[in-house]
């Protein structure tokens, strides 16, 4: 069973609410989040930084769609160990003992390296999910030079980028 580690991005996406992401992008974005409902595996933090993020963003109360079902699913299934995993982070100021301290990785967004110190403190390595946050293209090297594993679910969406 694979596990993921899912920016927020990926459920606004597939919920249609992210203005950048076009047809081709939601559909990617909503078989990413049904095939970790059907298959995978939810990495979250201990402190439900993470799970409280997905609310704000998307919400239970949020009008339907493959979003929110994702999130209603990772709420439903938060303390179900074998579809997700809980890993313990170590807020630091305005960012994680978990995240490198790394000078080429300073402009990393503050929001973001929630999802990089619960990668980088799970056992099973998981990927990080990404549809349309430029952030993780623009240090993709850099943080694969720390072991994190950025899955882009559109690329095409950093083509003028690369």
């Not at 990080?128 to 882009?152: C, I, P």
């Amino acid at each position: 069973m694979s596990s993921f580690v899912v920016d927020t991005n990926v459920a606004v996406a597939a919920n249609g609410a992210a203005e950048q992401a076009g047809p081709a992008c939601v559909l990617a974005c909503v078989a990413a989040l049904e095939a970790i409902r059907d298959a995978g595996k939810i990495v979250l933090d201990d402190r439900m930084l993470i799970l409280r993020e997905y609310l704000g963003a998307v919400g239970l109360a949020a009008r339907p769609g493959p979003g929110r079902a994702f999130v209603k699913w990772v709420f439903d299934n938060q303390g179900v160990s074998d579809r997700c995993e809980r890993v313990p982070v170590e807020p630091i100021d305005d960012s994680f003992a978990q995240f490198p301290q790394d000078p080429t990785l300073a402009g990393f967004h503050r929001k973001d390296r929630v999802f990089v110190a619960v990668a980088l403190a799970s056992t099973s390595r998981p990927a990080v999910l990404n549809a349309v946050d430029s952030d993780w293209w623009d240090y993709r090297e850099a943080l694969a030079a720390h072991g994190v594993r950025v899955q882009f679910v559109c690329p095409e969406q950093f083509a003028k980028r690369a």
